[in-house]
C-alpha cells in the first residue's frame, strides 16, 4: 500500500516546481519588477533611489543589445511570456508593435494621458497607438544629431581641430565628402568614418520622409530623392574606401573605437556613452563633438511600455512614470548624456549649459538640447523594419567591393518590392 | 487505489515522461506549425487568412530560399566529408595501445562539450578581418588579411572549421566505439593472411563499422540541414549578420526561417520553411541510408 500513495506525492512536488517557476516576488517579499533596456539607458542609480523611496519594490535591470533585445521582447509578446515588466521600445519598432498594441497595457488606464505635455509633441505621438486614444509607451530620450571627431587625427592630417572651424569644414554632405578626401591624403592608418551605414542612417534620419509617405504609408523608397542622396553619399564613401568597414555596436566596432581606427561618427546623443565605454579612460579629451553637415535630425530614441502579460501592470507603470519623469531625465542627461525628450528639461539652463569633459568639454547642452525643438521626426512605415535591412545591407554589399554604388541600389530596390509583395 | 491497479498502471507511468514529452515538444508543435503553414500568420497578431498551399508556392520560387539551399549543402559538403575522414583517422589512431586511453578520449571529446556559442564567438574572433589569428597566420605566407564574412567561399570555409571543431572528436569516439567491437579474430586472420594495415582496414574495419557510418552521416546531414548557431553568430551582430551576409552568401535555411519568422514577423512563411526543412530532412535519411549501405557493401 505503501507504494501507492507515492504517484499523487509526485504530482504534487511536480506541481509545486511548476508553480515557483512563476511569481513576481523576490525571496524577502518584496515585489520584483523587472525592467528590460538594451544599450546605454544610464538606469542602475535610479533603480536605486527609487527602491530606497518604495521600500516594498525590488527593481531588476535587463540589458541586452539592441537586437537581442528587440527580439527576445516580440518572441515573448508572442508567447504571452517572458516579458518584463516594464520593456524598452526604439522608435523604429513603434509602428510594428503599435500594429499590436493589445499585447501592452494601455497606459491611459493608469492616468498617462494628463503626462501628455512632459514631452514635445511630436515625442508623444509616436507612443500612442489608435489616434491617441491608447497610451503604448512613455518617451524616455531622444536622438539629436551631431558629428563626434578625434582631434588627435584631425591634428595630423593637418585639418582644424576647433570645433566651430572643422564645422565650418562641412555645412553640407559634399563638404563632408571633400574633407574625406583630404584626410585620406595625409593619413592612411586610419579611416575617416565609422561605416557607411552609420553616415546612411544619419543622412536619411534628417528627411522627414524616408521609405514610406506620410500620406498613405504607401512604399517611396526606390522614388524618393531623400534616400538615393543618402544611399549616394554614403555609397560614395564607402566605395572610395573611407570607411574602416566596422558596424556599430558590433564588437569590432567597439574595438575601433579604442584603437582609433576611424576619425569622424555620425553621433545621436545616445551614442556619447558608447564611445565612451568602448574608448575607456584612454580615450578621454581624444573626442569632440561639432555640428554634423545638413543641419540637425534625429536618429533613434525609445519609449517605455508595460506588457498586458504582466501580474503588477500598475506598478509597472508607476516605475515607467518616474523613470521618465523630468527630475530623472536631466539627471541621465547630467551624467550619461542621455538626451531629454521633455521641453521643460532640454530648456533647462542647467542641461543647456552642460559640457562633457571626455569630449573636450564640449557644450553638448547647446550642442544637442538647443537644437531639440527643431528636431523633425521621421516618419515610419508600418513595413519599414522590412525595408529598411535591404539597403543597409546594399550599402554593405559596396563596403566589401562586391558592387558598385549603382549595382547596389538596384538590387536594393528589386529586394525591397520583392519584400513588400 | 487498489494493489492491482498500482501494477497495472505503474509501467505506463514510468514510460509515459517520453511519450508526454514527445507529445509537447514534438508532436504539438509539428502539427501546430503544419496548421500555421496554410495561413497569412503574422507572429504577434495570430492567423490573418487561411491560404492553402500559397505559402507553399511562394517557397517555391522564392530564390532566396533557393540560396539558403545551396549554402546549407555547401556548407555541409565543406563540414562533412573532412569532418569524416577526420574522425575515422582519429579513431584509428586511438584503437591502438596507448598510453592514457581515457585521457585522449576526453580530449578528443572536449571541443563537444563547449557550449556552441562560445565556439562561434571565439572562432568569429580568430576569423576577425582586422586583428584575427586567421590574418596574423596568413601573413607568415605574405597573404593579404581576408574579409571572412565577405565572400561565400570563405564564409562557408569558417563555418565548416567551426562545426568541424565541434563534430569530429565525436564521431571520432564512436567510430572508436565501433572498432572496438570488431572481432579481433578477423585481424589476426587479415595479418596471417598477410593483409597490409590499409587493406585490413579497408576490408576488415570499414565493414564492421558500418551501422555506425550510416549513423554518422545521417545524423551529420540532419545536423547540417539544421545550421544555425555558427553562421548566424559567425555574421555577427549587423545587419548583415541577420541575414547571412550582405548578399546572403552564407544564409542557411534555418537562419532564412528566423529572418521570415522573426525579423519580417511572418510566421506562416517561416512555418513552410520548417515543415519543407522536415521533408527534406526525411528524404536525406532515406537516401543516406540506401547509399552508405551500397558503399560500403562494396568493400
Known amino acids: 500500500m505503501q507504494r501507492a500513495y507515492r504517484t499523487p506525492w509526485l504530482v504534487a512536488a511536480l506541481v509545486m516546481v511548476v508553480a515557483g517557476c512563476g511569481g513576481g516576488a523576490s525571496g524577502d517579499g518584496r515585489l520584483r519588477l523587472t525592467v528590460a533596456t538594451f544599450g546605454e539607458f544610464g538606469y542602475d542609480p535610479l533603480f536605486e533611489e527609487y527602491e530606497r523611496a518604495h521600500p516594498e519594490v525590488d527593481v531588476v535591470g535587463r540589458v541586452a543589445d539592441f537586437d537581442s533585445h528587440h527580439k527576445g521582447l516580440i518572441t515573448a509578446l508572442a508567447a504571452g511570456n517572458g516579458a518584463a515588466d516594464v520593456v524598452a521600445i526604439e522608435e523604429q519598432y513603434m ?90 591624403g595625409r593619413v592612411t592608418d586610419a579611416r575617416f568614418t565609422d561605416s557607411v551605414n552609420t553616415v546612411y542612417t544619419a543622412v536619411l534620419n534628417q528627411a522627414e520622409e524616408n521609405y514610406f509617405a506620410k500620406a498613405d504609408d504607401s512604399f517611396i523608397g526606390a522614388t524618393n530623392p531623400n534616400v538615393k542622396r543618402a544611399f549616394d553619399i554614403a555609397g560614395a564613401l564607402g566605395a572610395k574606401g573611407h570607411t574602416a568597414k566596422v558596424a556599430t555596436f558590433t564588437q ?61 501592470q500598475r506598478e509597472a507603470y508607476r516605475l515607467a512614470e518616474w523613470l521618465t519623469a523630468p527630475e530623472q531625465q536631466k539627471r541621465l542627461f547630467v551624467d550619461d548624456g542621455i538626451l531629454p525628450s521633455e521641453p521643460e528639461v ?76 | 487505489m487498489s494493489v492491482q491497479w498500482d501494477r ?66 555547401s556548407i555541409f559538403v565543406v563540414a562533412t566529408v573532412p569532418q569524416l575522414a577526420a574522425a575515422l583517422g582519429i579513431a584509428a589512431l586511438l584503437d591502438r595501445p596507448l598510453r592514457g586511453r581515457t585521457a585522449w578520449h576526453a580530449v578528443v571529446l572536449l571541443p ?22 586567421a590574418a596574423w597566420v596568413l601573413s607568415w605566407f605574405g597573404a593579404d588579411p581576408v ?66 557510418l550510416l549513423f554518422t552521416v545521417v545524423v551529420s546531414a540532419i545536423g547540417g540541414l539544421q545550421l544555425f548557431a555558427e553562421p548566424r553568430l559567425f555574421g555577427g551582430g549587423s545587419t548583415a549578420g541577420s ?30 520553411i520548417s515543415w519543407v526543412l522536415f521533408a527534406l530532412c526525411a528524404v536525406l535519411a532515406s537516401v543516406n541510408a540506401v547509399l552508405v549501405r551500397r558503399l560500403v557493401g562494396r568493400g
Open chain 2, 112 to 133: 563537444n562539450v563547449v557550449p556552441v556559442v562560445a565556439v562561434a564567438l571565439v572562432f568569429t574572433q580568430l576569423f576577425g578581418r582586422d586583428q584575427g589569428f
Open chain 1, 346 to 421: 532640454y530648456r533647462d539652463p542647467v542641461v543647456l549649459q552642460h559640457k562633457d569633459p571626455y569630449f573636450g568639454d564640449a557644450p553638448v547642452g547647446r550642442l544637442f538640447a538647443a537644437s531639440s525643438d527643431t528636431v523633425r521626426p521621421n516618419y515610419r512605415g508600418v513595413r519599414d523594419a522590412d525595408v529598411r535591412p535591404v539597403f543597409g545591407r546594399a550599402l554593405g554589399r559596396v563596403e566589401d567591393g562586391a558592387q558598385d554604388v549603382g549595382q547596389a541600389w538596384e538590387q536594393a530596390v528589386r529586394e525591397a518590392r520583392d519584400v513588400l509583395r
Open chain 2, 243 to 272: 541575414a547571412g551576409g550582405n548578399d546572403r552568401q552564407f544564409q542557411t535555411l534555418v537562419m532564412y526561417l528566423y529572418e521570415n519568422g522573426f525579423e519580417r514577423f511572418d510566421a506562416g512563411y517561416a512555418a513552410t
Open chain 2, 8 to 73: 497495472r498502471i505503474t509501467p505506463y507511468l514510468f514510460v509515459s515522461p517520453f511519450f508526454v514529452l514527445f507529445a509537447v515538444f514534438g508532436l504539438y508543435p509539428l502539427l501546430r506549425t503544419g496548421w500555421m503553414s496554410l495561413h497569412r500568420w503574422d507572429l504577434l497578431a495570430g492567423p490573418v487568412r487561411f491560404t492553402g498551399l500559397a505559402n507553399y508556392a511562394d517557397l517555391l520560387t522564392d530564390p532566396h530560399f533557393y540560396n539558403a539551399l545551396a549554402n546549407t549543402a
Open chain 1, 95 to 184: 509602428p510594428r508593435l503599435r500594429q499590436s498594441a493589445d499585447r501592452f497595457a494601455d497606459l491611459a488606464r493608469f492616468g498617462a494621458d494628463g503626462l501628455r505635455d512632459r514631452w514635445a509633441p511630436w515625442k508623444w505621438a509616436q507612443g500612442v497607438a489608435a489616434d491617441g486614444k491608447v497610451v503604448l509607451g512613455l518617451g524616455t530620450d531622444m536622438g539629436g544629431l551631431a558629428m563626434c571627431y578625434r582631434r588627435d587625427l584631425f591634428e595630423r592630417a593637418g585639418l582644424p581641430t576647433d570645433r566651430d572651424q572643422v564645422a565650418a569644414l562641412w555645412p553640407t554632405w559634399e563638404g563632408y565628402a571633400e574633407v574625406a578626401e583630404r584626410f585620406a
Open chain 1, 252 to 312: 569590432p566596432w567597439n574595438v575601433a573605437i579604442n584603437q582609433g581606427s576611424f576619425a569622424t561618427i555620425t553621433c545621436p546623443a545616445w551614442m556619447l556613452t558608447q564611445i565612451k565605454e568602448a574608448g575607456g579612460p584612454a580615450g578621454a579629451g581624444k573626442w569632440d563633438i561639432t555640428a554634423i553637415p545638413g543641419g540637425g535630425g534625429n536618429w533613434g530614441g525609445s519609449y517605455l511600455a508595460v506588457p498586458a502579460q504582466g501580474e503588477h
Open chain 2, 147 to 212: 574579409d571572412w564574412q565577405a565572400h561565400a567561399w570563405s564564409a562557408h570555409l569558417g563555418v565548416a572549421i567551426m562545426v568541424n571543431w565541434r563534430w569530429t572528436g565525436y564521431n571520432a569516439l564512436l567510430y572508436l566505439a565501433a572498432m572496438q567491437s570488431v572481432p579481433r579474430e578477423l585481424h589476426e586472420a587479415a595479418a596471417l593472411d598477410g593483409a597490409s594495415r590499409l587493406r585490413a582496414f579497408r576490408s576488415v574495419t570499414l565493414p564492421g563499422i558500418r551501422p555506425t
